[in-house]
Nanobody, 115 residues
Framework: VQLQASGGGSVQTGGSLRLSCTVS?????????MGWSRQTQGKQRELVAS???????AYKDSVKGRFTISGDNTGFTRWLQMNSLKAEDTGVYYC?????????WGKGTQVTVSS
């Protein structure tokens, strides 16, 4: 299973970024959950947003109303639209997939929000 992530970058406070994560090497019939976690400096990795294979979404409280997770009909690609970004959103974002064989991680992508 491979997860290809993209879309990080640097923006100013209030700006937007969209992260993308595409899965390959597995059958989407085994997908249970996809999403993103992030790791900020000095903190443990934390869940930011997730979406089940039935389309049920969940968000970290601090990003509710600003971040939206969505995906294509195939289930192989997920996007995280991040609006109204704040300095505290800065970190390395990791997409993940939970399927019947366990949890799989993509490489991290850096998001930097500056004032």
């Amino acid at each position: 299973v491979q997860l290809q992530a993209s879309g990080g970058g640097s923006v100013q406070t209030g700006g937007s970024l969209r992260l993308s994560c595409t899965v390959s090497g597995t059958d989407n019939n085994s997908f249970l959950l996809m999403g993103w976690s992030r790791q900020t400096q000095g903190k443990q990795r934390e869940l930011v947003a997730s979406i089940t294979n039935e389309g049920i979404t969940a968000y970290k409280d601090s990003v509710k109303g600003r971040f939206t997770i969505s995906g294509d009909n195939t289930g192989f690609t997920r996007w995280l639209q991040m609006n109204s970004l704040k300095a505290e959103d800065t970190g390395v974002y990791y997409c993940f997939l939970v399927d019947l064989s366990g949890r799989h991680w993509g490489k991290g992508t850096q998001v930097t929000v500056s004032s």
